[in-house]
């Protein structure tokens, strides 16, 4: 009977929330940001530079290929959320919805989102990087330059 209740009141109280939640892209939060504050939102990014655990809470800058959005959600909200994109790697792709704060008073006036909802679409995975030749070789040549420079100004002392 206590789980039929839970589960009814999880229903009443966040599925609404959910279910009314816009859909947004970075440039809409910031283009629309004071039509948009307050709002509960949804948002699809990849979790960007580092997941910055603040122990119930957790940081997440959020990309969606434009700009990135920092999300405050609850550490036990994020849990399989486990790569942050870099140069080498790309970031877990996340799906969030949350309450929009164009000036967040709890936050310094940043704008952010306050995750009520975090789900993991896709794991990171590395990336790799072609070396170009050309730059090889202009490496190699100005790296001979200098070494040359190099030995004609000890050679003059």
């Known amino acids: 009977m206590k789980k039929v209740a839970i589960g009814l009141l999880f229903m009443i109280f966040l599925l609404p929330a959910c279910a009314f939640a816009q859909t947004v892209t970075s440039t809409d939060l910031i283009d629309r940001a004071k039509e948009l504050d307050g709002q509960t ?3 699809t990014g990849e979790v960007i530079g580092d997941i910055m655990r603040r122990g ?3 940081w997440l800058n959020v990309s969606d290929g434009s700009n990135a959005i920092g999300v405050w959600a609850p550490t036990e909200m994020i849990g399989d959320i486990q790569a942050a994109g870099r140069y080498a790697e ?3 792709k996340v799906s969030l919805t949350g309450v929009f704060n164009r000036a967040c008073r709890e936050h310094g006036g940043d704008l952010d989102i306050h995750a009520t909802q975090v ?3 896709a ?3 590395a990336t790799e990087h072609a070396i170009e030749p050309g730059r090889v070789v202009l490496a190699v040549v100005l790296t ?3 070494l040359g420079i190099l030995a004609r100004l000890l050679s003059r002392k």
């Open 123 to 125: 794991a990171g995975y």
């Open 119 to 121: 789900e993991l679409l």
């Open 41 to 43: 939102v949804t948002f």
């Open 90 to 92: 790309h970031g877990d």
């Open 144 to 146: 001979l330059a200098d």
């Open 56 to 58: 119930d809470y957790t």
